[in-house]
């Protein structure tokens, strides 16, 4: 690191050594910090925006709390990037989300400061709760707070756990970090929230009917005035708050390091629950990042003096794939709704939303609510899209057995990120929805294999009726071209991929390309079984009686998934046949460059040669 351009950072390895500055020289610390992740995310890649819209936050939370006694949770994490750099990890930043390199988010087992995993959003409240109970429980001195975005604020269990700190008189701080930003711009924000809420329909409803009914009346007409800006106080942030239990204190300027710090000092001599409401803006200090904080999310390589992202020509994605089903199908079908908890560019519902706007339906991040109010949209006979990751949708998982299946109402999950997905590691993988939705009644499971079969099971998903899942993998597929037209797949059919001898490999989804590449070389049968619930039940039964080992391949655990599926049909039905599973260990895979990940996990073309040689 250059001391030239960071003369402070330099000799910042820890928040003992920041401790050690006089407040005025935190300012050019805070340049200096911006500067340093503009520099280095832009040679290494990663999540960006958020990370330069917490920078005085970062610098006036570790200077004026005595970390890493004094606990911080981050919520989600996209926002930690100055954390790590300024404790203890500021020379490996550069390797963050790579091989080997820093985790993506905050981890226990990569620094101590990092107190609480995140990934997920809305945990930082209850968990933060749960250390200051702790700290009070054993009579500890110990300040704990939460810093939670607002665009995570929309998620209930951040309520509920500000619900239960007002029955507690522990020394707990909420910071609101308040950027009217998640990662879909119409998705968070407090002053949007309020602005919605007063110029709702309810609200201007009672308004203007007061107005009309007690016209003329002229002291009644100044109670109508008076009980009208009681009505706004009482749903202000302050008041909201208060009520909800918190001593509340903001907003202030987030970016303002002296206020910052004051406030700090001040919030830490008061005793039970706070609540501090900062505004920051998301990229501040780099204008690209600042003007378009949605490209700016999560950024490749590129060159900070451009105003631009690169770009260049990229096959379809699978999400691509989905976001034209979605377009292509709605013009046919006006039933057709797209629900979204807060993922309108990562599911690239983006077209649809411009297309369909009164059909779309972001719902925050609130991915249970996701689930039901789709549900709810079944029972009154239109056809819901529930657009969701598949590490998201376990947040969901008693609507989805509760509201949905054991209803049978006719949702389409179209489940994106199914199986490794890299960089973001094991909060974001993919790796047990085969597993926790092949157990419920009612549900169809499909697993497409490249982006043609993806759009024609979502179609097939599309005309079946009832609860139906289909699960596509991260990125680009193999390069097949989708076809425009329509054609569904019977329910509970495969297909032979490769016809081959002795050796029968059972591949699922994403497997089946590695399956087909390894088949060249052992001469083995290749089944894409596309379909996990109902299994083709005939197929297995035809390739038991020509071969005589079987080998099942997912991107799932093992365990519960796939192949299990097939090991069950097998036993119950007395099927002499060898069998062996391939997927997921039972271990959650850590970041990395997907090829790199299933390399370690024995999930190669070259591994399925080694298991049958």
Same mark, same amino acid.
């Given at each position: 690191?250059?001391?030239?351009?960071?003369?402070?950072?330099?000799?910042?390895?820890?928040?003992?050594?920041?401790?050690?500055?006089?407040?005025?020289?935190?300012?050019?610390?805070?340049?200096?910090?911006?500067?340093?992740?503009?520099?280095?995310?832009?040679?290494?890649?990663?999540?960006?925006?958020?990370?330069?819209?917490?920078?005085?936050?970062?610098?006036?939370?570790?200077?004026?709390?005595?970390?890493?006694?004094?606990?911080?949770?981050?919520?989600?994490?996209?926002?930690?990037?100055?954390?790590?750099?300024?404790?203890?990890?500021?020379?490996?930043?550069?390797?963050?989300?790579?091989?080997?390199?820093?985790?993506?988010?905050?981890?226990?087992?990569?620094?101590?400061?990092?107190?609480?995993?995140?990934?997920?959003?809305?945990?930082?409240?209850?968990?933060?709760?749960?250390?200051?109970?702790?700290?009070?429980?054993?009579?500890?001195?110990?300040?704990?707070?939460?810093?939670?975005?607002?665009?995570?604020?929309?998620?209930?269990?951040?309520?509920?756990?500000?619900?239960?700190?007002?029955?507690?008189?522990?020394?707990?701080?909420?910071?609101?970090?308040?950027?009217?930003?998640?990662?879909?711009?119409?998705?968070?924000?407090?002053?949007?929230?309020?602005?919605?809420?007063?110029?709702?329909?309810?609200?201007?409803?009672?308004?203007?009917?007061?107005?009309?009914?007690?016209?003329?009346?002229?002291?009644?007409?100044?109670?109508?005035?008076?009980?009208?800006?009681?009505?706004?106080?009482?749903?202000?942030?302050?008041?909201?708050?208060?009520?909800?239990?918190?001593?509340?204190?903001?907003?202030?300027?987030?970016?303002?390091?002296?206020?910052?710090?004051?406030?700090? #000092?001040?919030?830490?001599?008061?005793?039970?629950?706070?609540?501090?409401?900062?505004?920051?803006?998301?990229?501040?200090?780099?204008?690209?990042?600042?003007?378009?904080?949605?490209?700016?999310?999560?950024?490749?390589?590129?060159?900070?003096?451009?105003?631009?992202?690169?770009?260049?020509?990229?096959?379809?994605?699978?999400?691509?794939?989905?976001?034209?089903?979605?377009?292509?199908?709605?013009?046919?079908?006006?039933?057709?709704?797209?629900?979204?908890?807060?993922?309108?560019?990562?599911?690239?519902?983006?077209?649809?939303?411009?297309?369909?706007?009164?059909?779309?339906?972001?719902?925050?991040?609130?991915?249970?609510?996701?689930?039901?109010?789709?549900?709810?949209?079944?029972?009154?006979?239109?056809?819901?899209?529930?657009?969701?990751?598949?590490?998201?949708?376990?947040?969901?998982?008693?609507?989805?057995?509760?509201?949905?299946?054991?209803?049978?109402?006719?949702?389409?999950?179209?489940?994106?990120?199914?199986?490794?997905?890299?960089?973001?590691?094991?909060?974001?993988?993919?790796?047990?929805?085969?597993?926790?939705?092949?157990?419920?009644? #009612?549900?169809?499971?499909?697993?497409?294999?490249?982006?043609?079969?993806?759009?024609?099971?979502?179609?097939?998903?599309?005309?079946?009726?009832?609860?139906?899942?289909?699960?596509?993998?991260?990125?680009?597929?193999?390069?097949?071209?989708?076809?425009?037209?329509?054609?569904?797949?019977?329910?509970?059919?495969?297909?032979?991929?490769?016809?081959?001898?002795?050796?029968?490999?059972?591949?699922?989804?994403?497997?089946?390309?590695?399956?087909?590449?390894?088949?060249?070389?052992?001469?083995?049968?290749?089944?894409?079984?596309?379909?996990?619930?109902?299994?083709?039940?005939?197929?297995?039964?035809?390739?038991?009686?020509?071969?005589?080992?079987?080998?099942?391949?997912?991107? #799932?655990?093992?365990?519960?998934?796939?192949?299990?599926?097939?090991?069950?049909?097998?036993?119950? #039905?007395?099927?002499?046949?060898?069998?062996?599973?391939?997927?997921?260990?039972?271990?959650?895979?850590?970041?990395?460059?997907?090829?790199?990940?299933?390399?370690?996990?024995?999930?190669?073309?070259?591994?399925?040669?080694?298991?049958?040689?």
């Amino acid at each position: 690191m250059s001391t030239d351009l960071y003369p402070l950072l330099t000799h910042i390895n820890n928040p003992h050594d920041l401790r050690k500055l006089d407040k005025s020289q935190l300012v050019d610390v805070a340049d200096e910090l911006r500067q340093y992740l503009i520099n280095t995310i832009s040679q290494c890649g990663g999540h960006f925006a958020a990370g330069l819209g917490t920078v005085e936050l970062t610098v006036a939370l570790h200077y004026m709390f005595e970390t890493p006694e004094d606990r911080i949770v981050w919520d989600v994490g996209h926002q930690a990037y100055p954390h790590k750099v300024l404790t203890e990890r500021r020379e490996q930043l550069h390797t963050i989300r790579q091989t080997d390199g820093l985790h993506p988010f905050p981890v226990r087992s990569e620094s101590k400061y990092d107190t609480f995993a995140v990934g997920h959003s809305s945990t930082s409240i209850s968990a933060a709760l749960g250390m200051a109970l702790a700290a009070k429980q054993r009579g500890e001195d110990r300040q704990c707070v939460a810093v939670i975005g607002d665009g995570a604020l929309t998620g209930g269990m951040a309520f509920e756990a500000m619900n239960h700190a007002a029955d507690t008189d522990a020394n707990l701080l909420v910071i609101l970090n308040d950027n009217e930003m998640s990662i879909s711009e119409n998705v968070g924000g407090m002053n949007r929230y309020l602005a919605k809420l007063l110029a709702g329909r309810f609200y201007q409803r009672v308004r203007e009917t007061g107005k009309k009914a007690l016209h003329g009346i002229k002291p009644l007409s100044e109670f109508v005035s008076r009980a009208e800006e009681h009505m706004k106080g009482m749903v202000l942030p302050g008041t909201l708050f208060e009520e909800l239990g918190f001593n509340y204190n903001g907003p202030i300027d987030g970016h303002d390091l002296p206020t910052l710090l004051s406030t700090l #000092n001040n919030i830490k001599q008061l005793k039970g629950p706070q609540f501090l409401h900062v505004v920051t803006r998301k990229g501040k200090g780099y204008a690209p990042a600042e003007n378009d904080p949605i490209a700016y999310h999560g950024v490749p390589i590129f060159d900070p003096k451009t105003s631009e992202l690169p770009k260049g020509v990229k096959p379809k994605t699978y999400s691509n794939i989905f976001g034209d089903f979605m377009c292509d199908i709605a013009a046919k079908d006006e039933r057709v709704v797209g629900i979204t908890p807060a993922m309108r560019e990562g599911s690239d519902l983006i077209r649809f939303s411009k297309e369909f706007p009164d059909r779309y339906y972001d719902v925050g991040i609130a991915e249970q609510h996701a689930v039901t109010v789709s549900a709810g949209l079944a029972c009154e006979g239109l056809k819901p899209v529930c657009a969701i990751y598949s590490t998201f949708l376990q947040r969901g998982y008693d609507q989805l057995i509760h509201d949905v299946a054991l209803q049978n109402l006719d949702v389409l999950f179209a489940i994106d990120r199914g199986g490794l997905v890299g960089g973001d590691g094991a909060t974001h993988n993919g790796a047990f929805d085969l597993s926790y939705l092949r157990c419920i009644p #009612n549900m169809v499971i499909m697993a497409p294999s490249d982006e043609n079969e993806c759009r024609q099971c979502l179609y097939t998903g599309y005309l079946y009726e009832g609860p139906v899942a289909v699960r596509y993998p991260r990125g680009m597929g193999s390069g097949i071209e989708a076809e425009k037209s329509f054609t569904p797949f019977e329910i509970g059919k495969g297909e032979v991929k490769h016809q081959g001898e002795t050796i029968a490999i059972l591949a699922f989804g994403s497997m089946v390309a590695t399956a087909l590449e390894a088949a060249e070389k052992i001469n083995a049968t290749v089944a894409d079984m596309r379909f996990v619930k109902p299994l083709d039940e005939q197929l297995i039964r035809e390739l038991a009686e020509t071969h005589d080992q079987f080998i099942t391949i997912e991107e #799932n655990a093992v365990q519960g998934g796939a192949g299990s599926a097939i090991n069950e049909f097998i036993l119950n #039905n007395d099927i002499q046949v060898k069998v062996k599973n391939l997927g997921l260990p039972d271990r959650f895979v850590e970041h990395g460059s997907t090829g790199d990940l299933l390399e370690r996990i024995h999930l190669t073309a070259d591994d399925l040669v080694k298991v049958v040689s």
